[in-house]
């Protein structure tokens, strides 16, 4: 259940973290202990077991395309040069909590924040915090997919034009595809969302559970549902492909924003909780 980095900012930026991003050498490489890089095998053999079957084909791709390490912790600069060569972006170290307008700018530029922390053993299954795992393992493979990366710049310069009393609204469009979406395929509903792929439990959850309420995405009703950053989901929505995603920033998603506003949020199937709900 990892989130964005932008959608906990502006929520949590003044709370204490119980993480801080690793500092690189001069070289940009980061000396990960044993136990760091032993928790990162963990993580990592264990996720592509679940997730076989149930990821879009385009993230599996994307696994293979970037041939991560399973028992060491990458490194941003080898990451950086093979997805420089694929899709023209590049990954940055940042705090483990950023603003929009931080976050917003960076993607617009084509550089997807990471904190580089790993979290601890006691945490293996659920961090509050996105760490190194939530955003290598759960983001980077689709950011090799032109349609994912050419979405995130654009919604990244959307982002920055944007008031800032909108950018919430945008945050939640952002939640509910990059980090929690799911696809519609041929061969059945698959994930692509990286909070969903980077979750041992939430990845069999939001295909097999029928608790949570799975729909057509529809940018509205996405702009008018809550979310929660440390429960398990209960809407997801669904898109047919990648190339969607390009259509949404199509939209004139200002003015859906207004129209969301005035009517309203939906009544929230979360647990109430006003300082962690969205």
Known sequence: MNSSLAIKADLAVAEKV???????????????????H???????????????GR???EFIAGIDLLQMSADQIPQLPDINRKLKKL?????????????????FELLANKRFPAATFIRTKA?????????????????????????????????G???????????????????????FGLMQTQQ??????????SSKQETCYSLESDIPNRQPLQVIEAFRTHYRIDELQKNYFVINQLTDLQQLVKLDLITLI????????????HTPKEDKAC
């Open 18 to 36: 119980k993480y801080v991003s690793r500092q690189p050498d001069q070289n940009g490489y980061i000396h990960y202990s044993d136990e760091e």
């Open 55 to 57: 990821a879009c084909d």
């Open 157 to 179: 310069e959307l982002g920055l034009k944007a008031d800032k009393a909108d950018r919430p609204m945008l945050a939640r469009l952002y939640w509910f595809t990059i980090e």
């Open 188 to 197: 059945g509903l698959k994930i692509f969302g990286g909070g969903i792929l």
């Open 38 to 52: 032993c928790t990162w095998a963990t993580l990592y053999n264990r996720q592509t077991e679940i997730i076989k």
């Open 87 to 103: 899709t023209g972006w590049q990954v940055e170290n940042v705090p483990a909590l950023i603003g929009f307008e931080r976050f």
């Open 123 to 155: 945490d293996i299954d659920y961090i509050q915090e996105p760490d190194i795992f939530h955003e290598l393992f759960g983001h980077c493979p689709l950011l090799t997919n032109q349609a994912y990366a050419d979405f995130s710049q654009h919604y």
């Open 258 to 269: 207004k129209e969301a506003k005035i009517l309203g949020m939906k009544p929230s199937a």
